[in-house]
C-alpha cells in the first residue's frame, strides 16, 4: 500500500490529517518500533494518563499502552491486525505490548524506557513462546516478577472513538485486556525458588532512554 493511501485510511479509521500522515509514514514493524524508541517518553507529571492513539500523538509522547495502542494501529495500517498483548506481574505495574505475526512467527513492538521488556523479532512460533522471551527481563529491583500473560485483544472490536480519537483517556481500554483471558506462567510455588537478579542485572536498570525526573524516582 502507498504512502497515500495509507494517510487515506489512518483518515477514515478515525485518526485527524496530521496524525495519520505521522504514522502512514511508518511502512514496517520495524519503522514503528524505531518511531516509538524515540518518541519521549510520558512520565505521568499530572497523574495517570492512557491516552488514545491522536491525544498520544498530539502531546508528543507516550508510556506502555499508549504506545502499544499507538503500534497497533500503525500495524493495522499495513495490513496486521490491530493487537495488544497485557502482562500482569506480581507488585510490579502490569506491560503491554503490539504483537505481530510476520511469515507465522510471532514479534513484538513495545514502549519502555527500560532496557528490558523491548522490541522482539518475529521468530516465536506462538504467544506463548513471545511472552516467555520476556520473562527473565521481566523485574522489580532482584525480584522477578512476571506471572501471566494475556490472550491478545483486537482492537479492530472497538469503535475508533474509544481508543484512536477518543479526547479522554481510554480506561476502558485498559481495562478490557485487564479482563481477557490470562495464561499463568509460573506458579506461586515456582515463584518462591527463582533466583534473584544479580548486581550485574541490577545496574541495568540505571540505563533508560529518557532521564527519569527526580520527582518520578522518588516515587518508584
Known amino acids: 500500500m502507498s504512502h497515500a493511501a495509507r494517510i487515506r485510511l489512518a483518515q477514515k479509521r478515525g485518526l485527524g490529517p496530521p496524525q495519520a500522515k505521522v504514522l502512514a509514514k511508518l511502512d514496517s514493524p520495524r519503522a514503528i518500533q524505531d518511531f516509538l524508541a524515540v518518541l519521549p517518553q510520558n512520565f505521568e507529571p499530572e497523574g495517570d494518563t492512557a491516552r488514545s492513539v491522536e491525544q498520544a500523538l498530539i502531546h508528543r509522547k507516550a508510556h506502555c499502552i499508549e504506545g502499544a495502542m499507538i503500534a497497533a494501529f500503525a500495524l493495522w495500517l499495513q495490513g496486521h491486525p490491530p493487537l495488544l498483548l497485557d502482562f500482569s506481574a506480581h507488585q510490579d505495574m502490569d506491560h503491554v505490548i503490539a504483537p505481530f505475526r510476520v511469515n507465522g512467527k510471532w514479534g513484538a513492538i513495545s514502549k519502555t524506557n527500560y532496557v528490558c ?15 516467555m522471551s520476556y520473562f527473565h527481563e521481566y523485574a522489580k529491583g532482584p525480584r522477578k516478577t512476571l506471572r ?9 472490536r472497538v469503535p475508533a472513538g474509544k481508543w484512536v480519537n477518543n479526547p479522554k483517556d481510554c480506561w476502558e481500554i485498559a481495562d478490557l485486556i485487564t479482563d481477557a483471558r490470562h495464561y499463568e506462567i509460573v506458579t506461586d510455588q515456582e515463584a518462591r525458588t527463582l533466583r534473584p537478579r544479580d548486581e550485574v542485572e541490577l545496574r541495568s536498570d540505571k540505563v533508560t532512554s529518557f532521564p527519569i525526573p527526580k520527582w518520578k524516582r522518588q516515587r518508584l
Do not use: T
Open 117 to 131: 521488556l523491548r522490541w522482539r523479532d518475529p521468530v516465536y512460533r506462538s504467544v506463548r513462546e513471545l511472552a
Open 148 to 156: 501471566s500473560y494475556s490472550k491478545p485483544f483486537d482492537l479492530s
